[in-house]
């Protein structure tokens, strides 16, 4: 989406705050099980996974499109702002 302007958060609530601040904590909690015992339990991996989603939609992160413009979910997802970026198009009626 060239020239599509997109506002980027440039400011964050508490709450914003304390969501990342909880994901640094699951992230670093895996980190420390692995880094310790080769090992981490799923509760722990399912929680960090809950907080990237939070985080997802807390940032507009949007997935890339591929050549064609069609969305590319399992490849790093982007910047709002980000020319790759994927936003649907709604279906003109016929």
């Excluded at 990342?20 to 799923?42: G, K, N, P, S, V």
């Excluded at 050549?67 to 997802?77: A, K, L, T």
């Amino acid at each position: 989406m060239k020239n599509k302007k997109v506002k980027l958060k440039t400011e964050l609530t508490r709450y914003e705050v304390q969501e990342i601040l909880e994901a640094y904590r699951i992230m670093d909690a895996i980190c420390t099980d692995f880094r310790e015992m080769f090992d981490t339990d799923l509760s722990k991996v399912r929680r960090l996974e809950d907080v990237s989603t939070k985080l997802k939609d807390m940032f507009d992160f949007r997935p890339p499109t591929d050549s064609e413009g069609d969305p590319n979910h399992w490849r790093p997802y982007v910047l709002p702002d980000d020319d790759r970026a994927w936003y649907s198009k709604p279906k003109k009626d016929k």
